[in-house]
């Protein structure tokens, strides 16, 4: 392995552990994945069965970006179609260790979409809201200059679709119209009845994402006690998203 893999595969770690604070209310047991590009068309996912606390080195499958993210190009395939595809994107086809349910996804972001680093977790603020009937609905508007700046000017969402291949077929989809209708990728996905994607250029920046899309949906929450949330016009929204102000913000809070 080569010192740059090494120290992605480090980095991967150190975030996956974090994540996994119980403090954080962002999984338990074995929920949630984690990713990391190397940077030479390779990238690290988590391994099934592994759980985030107890991340090490050993826990991560190394395959190849392109041939992961190509299995979506399918229309249809069966579960053990699937699990054989995932092993055939192996960098190490010995390797035993099956790669996480959503490894498509994951290579997606990391490839078309151009993250370095991936966060899947399912919060309890986030799912409070996604698991809601109104959740599409309580998250069509923005509501503080903060939470754009981090989180960038919207939200993906995704409705609840069968985790594995379907879902990263479907997500692949609404990444697609995203990126087509504000020119940059998603920094935050959610996926209903499921949980939150964070895509970063750092793993800091997965959790700080992570963190301020939850504070978000705490906030949302506690609109309700009053009314319900006030949104900021689209074109307040807008002029955060652009203001020259938070570009350099963006930049000193290190996030791309």
Do not use: W
């Not at 949630?32 to 590009?37: D, F, L, Q």
């Not at 054989?84 to 498509?104: G, H, I």
């Not at 009845?193 to 700080?208: F, K, R």
């Amino acid at each position: 392995m080569t010192s740059n893999a090494e120290n992605t595969l480090q980095q991967l770690v150190a975030m996956s552990l974090s994540l996994a604070r119980p403090d954080r209310d962002l999984v338990i047991l074995g929920e949630g994945n984690t990713s990391a590009s190397v940077g030479d068309g390779t990238f690290f996912v988590k391994a099934s069965g592994t759980q985030l606390p107890q991340a090490t080195p050993a826990a991560f499958v190394r395959l190849h970006i392109d041939a992961t993210a190509a299995i979506a190009d399918q229309e249809q395939m069966s579960d053990d179609a699937f699990k054989a595809a995932l092993d055939a994107a192996k960098v190490d086809p010995s390797d035993a260790r099956r790669p996480s349910t959503e490894t498509v996804l994951h290579a997606i972001a990391l490839g078309e979409f151009g993250a370095r680093f991936v966060g899947h977790t399912h919060p309890i603020a986030v799912n409070a809201i996604m698991c809601s009937v109104a959740a599409e609905e309580a998250l069509r508007g923005r509501l503080f200059p903060d939470e754009i700046v981090v989180c960038g000017p919207a939200p993906a969402y995704v409705p609840y679709t069968d985790p594995g291949f379907a879902l990263a077929r479907q997500t692949r989809q609404v990444l697609r119209r995203y990126a087509d209708e504000y020119g940059m990728p998603p920094r935050v996905v959610v996926m209903q009845n499921h949980g939150l994607i964070a895509l970063g250029g750092s793993a800091q920046e997965v959790e700080s994402i992570t963190d301020m899309f939850v504070k978000t949906c705490r906030v949302l929450a506690g609109t309700y006690a009053f009314g319900g949330p006030h949104f900021l016009s689209d074109a307040n929204a807008a002029r955060i998203h652009t203001r020259p102000d938070e570009v350099y913000r963006r930049r000193e809070l290190k996030l791309s």
